[in-house]
T-cell receptor, first 111, second 117 residues
Framework: QKEVEQNSGPLSVPEGAIASLNCTYS??????FFWYRQYSGKSPELIMS????GDKEDGRFTAQLNKASQYVSLLIRDSQPSDSATYLC???????????FGKGTMLLVSP | EPEVTQTPSHQVTQMGQEVILRCVPI?????FYWYRQILGQKVEFLVS????????KSEIFDDQFSVERPDGSNFTLKIRSTKLEDSAMYFC???????????????FGEGSWLTVV
């Protein structure tokens, strides 16, 4: 059973702070890793994808992957109230085209 | 920016009725998916579709469900004999390729909220 685990939160940070979101996965065959943002009642919106160990930066977002530890994280710098949402970690396994999602971490950014 | 579009956005149906949810994937994408999310729970994979046939399906996708690509643009999910527990947000999604670092990102539509009463 492929599992993706996330702390459900909520993670509360003040505006301007760095938010750190974490995710672990069980399947060592996992190849592709994604972070989606989901506002309440809305669809998942892609933020970042990462495939190789290390860091990948895109604007205020940095994804970090450590395959040996089966760990992927998302850092959000200069957090804004509009970043308040649930962040979904999703993993795609080798040999499959589908995503396995975690339950998501709710992020609350207070002004 | 190209997007996945879904209709209807919200449907209420009586238990036992059949429902068809419709989707128009991104035009150059080749792989199509249905996911669902029961309120307060995680997004769950239902089925993937490529070259006019199902390529993968989950345990959820039993004989009650079927998918079809009736023409060159639409992709549908049919739910027969709906049950109360089928109430969920159903997301259609598409990707250019199934795997590999290029083109395998899955893009989601806005969802169809199904309420079974």
């Amino acid at each position: 059973q492929k599992e993706v685990e996330q702390n459900s939160g909520p993670l509360s940070v003040p505006e301007g702070a760095i938010a750190s979101l974490n995710c672990t996965y069980s399947d060592r065959g996992s190849q592709s890793f994604f972070w989606y943002r989901q506002y309440s009642g809305k669809s998942p919106e892609l933020i970042m994808s990462i495939y190789s160990n290390g860091d990948k930066e895109d604007g205020r977002f940095t994804a970090q992957l450590n395959k040996a530890s089966q760990y992927v994280s998302l850092l959000i710098r200069d957090s804004q109230p509009s970043d308040s949402a649930t962040y979904l970690c999703a993993v795609k396994n080798s040999g499959y085209s589908t995503l396995t999602f975690g339950k998501g971490t709710m992020l609350l950014v207070s002004p | 920016e190209p997007e996945v579009t879904q209709t209807p956005s919200h449907q209420v149906t009586q238990m036992g009725q059949e429902v068809i949810l419709r989707c128009v994937p991104i035009s150059n994408h080749l792989y199509f998916y249905w996911y669902r999310q029961i309120l307060g729970q995680k997004v769950e994979f239902l089925v993937s579709f490529y070259n006019n046939e199902i390529s993968e399906k989950s345990e959820i996708f039993d004989d009650q469900f079927s998918v079809e690509r009736p023409d060159g643009s639409n992709f549908t999910l049919k739910i027969r004999s709906t049950k109360l527990e089928d109430s969920a947000m159903y997301f259609c999604a598409s990707s250019l390729a199934p795997r590999g670092p290029s083109g395998n990102t899955i893009y989601f539509g806005e969802g169809s909220w199904l309420t079974v009463v």
